[in-house]
């Protein structure tokens, strides 16, 4: 047993524990969604369904092989929520909800596994986050599906059924999933304003990043009037970032479709479809129309955006919003002739700019690959491909269709890249490379020839 700890512990990297944990997870997922009990009678259900729809749930990413609300029974319905916590909110967030519990000592290896599962840079503090995190994500998944569950009643014609469709939409919009348990997201509610716009604000709860939730509730709950309440860097320039990109998705929709989709629609229907598919590329997945009918430019816009993805530290995927920014900043202080990057009075580290390239460089490489892959086994449109690509990194889950027809290769090209939007890049990476390692000696430097 102690050979077996001082192996795990020590020849495995925070991030290498990490991933294998949620491999575990997927494994664990497949098995409860498997059971017999989980499911209609008569529903469709084979192994590479169980898996893409296990990584799909704990990735968060709501790209299914199959429908959701013909294959999974009530039981199944809150089986698949419980997977969607876990990838939601977080591994490490609820695991040490449970040893807390347990009364388990939250030790050095056990932050070490917080900060990597939560891209923190400092130990300090961690357990405190994850209970303001699991606070946070609850009391919001609560208050939604209350407001949720008691609208619902003008649709459904019992209060079972519209609770539990209020609870699986707050869940699920909350948690980024885009799962749906209508069989038609939200295309039934495509008229309905105020159900957009509650399951836009739960997007953007959990899209927009954990720590700007705790220190907005910081700021606002501050009853140390004495004691002024900062917001951080990260805060300033998430908040900035998601809103600006929220804010020009919609305008853009709006602008590309206004002779399109939008050709015969007022204003007011014309704007929400424009801010509901804007705010939904977040990580949200969920749709009010068929994102099909829209012109191939708009197409492609959408497959950007998903691409970027949520904030860090949230329960979305993609390269991030803090990484665009960074990408953005530096391109605009390197073109002034600048040396540093200066933000909000604040100077950047060199090293963040540095991770910033990495990933969006790696991001782009693995999903230029994953369109070639799918290119050469799948009889589908390359648009269509480029937009699946984009949605599993960006673990969005909208699709233009292909999902359930993409070979059992294609398949597990998805499942990969929805793994991999999951866990981020820079996990990812640490998982190939192994521990970090400072240099015993250095060459001469040289320069070379760029441009």
Request: charged share 10%; proline share 2%.
């Amino acid at each position: 047993m102690n050979i077996k700890k001082k192996w795990f512990t020590k020849d495995l990297t925070p991030a290498q524990i990490i991933v294998s944990y949620y491999v575990i997870a997927v494994s664990i997922s497949m098995i409860l969604l498997s059971l017999p009990v989980a499911h209609k009678p008569g529903a469709k259900w084979t192994f590479i369904d169980a898996m893409f729809t296990a990584v799909s749930a704990v990735s968060v990413t709501g790209l299914t092989t199959v429908s959701t609300a013909d294959t999974f029974s009530v039981t199944g319905i809150f089986i698949l929520m419980f997977v969607l916590q876990f990838g939601g909110i977080g591994i490490m967030t609820l695991g040490t909800f449970f040893w807390l519990i347990l009364g388990k000592k939250i030790g050095l290896r056990e932050r070490q596994l917080i900060m990597t599962d939560q891209n923190q840079s400092s130990l300090e503090g961690l357990v405190k986050l994850l209970k303001q995190i699991l606070g946070i994500i609850i009391l919001i998944e609560a208050v939604g599906a209350l407001i949720l569950g008691v609208y619902f009643l003008n649709y459904y014609p019992t209060w079972q059924e519209a609770f539990l469709h209020g609870l699986f939409a707050s869940v699920s919009a909350t948690t980024n999933a885009g799962f749906d348990i209508t069989g038609y997201s939200l295309i039934p509610f495509a008229n309905d304003y105020f159900v957009q716009f509650i399951t836009i604000i739960l997007i953007t709860l959990g899209a927009i990043g954990f720590p700007v939730l705790i220190e907005t509730k910081n700021y606002l709950f501050n009853r140390d009037q004495t004691k002024r309440i900062h917001f951080s860097l990260y805060t300033k320039l998430t908040s900035f970032i998601f809103f600006v990109l929220l804010i020009f998705g919609t305008i853009a929709i709006f602008a590309l479709e206004f002779n399109q989709f939008f050709a015969d629609m007022v204003w007011h229907e014309a704007f929400f479809y424009s801010f509901f598919q804007s705010a939904t590329t977040k990580s949200g997945g969920l749709a009010t129309m068929d994102v099909s009918q829209f012109s191939d430019p708009t197409l492609l816009l959408m497959s950007a955006l998903m691409f970027i993805g949520a904030s860090p530290s949230s329960v979305g995927g993609g390269i991030r919003t803090t990484t665009f920014a960074l990408n953005i900043l530096f391109l605009f202080h390197f073109a002034r002739g600048n040396q540093t990057v200066r933000l909000f009075n604040r100077e950047l580290h060199e090293k963040d700019i540095i991770k910033s390239l990495v990933v969006s460089m790696f991001a782009m490489f693995i999903c230029f690959t994953s369109v070639i892959i799918l290119m050469l086994t799948e009889d589908q449109p390359i648009l269509a491909i480029i937009f699946e690509v984009a949605s599993a990194f960006g673990t969005c889950g909208l699709s233009l269709g292909i999902t359930p027809e993409l070979s059992n290769i294609g398949k597990i090209t998805i499942m990969i890249l929805m793994f991999i939007g999951r866990i981020g890049i820079l996990t990812f990476l640490f998982i190939i490379g192994g521990k970090e390692k400072q240099a015993n000696f250095h060459y001469p430097k040289e320069r070379v020839i760029i441009g």
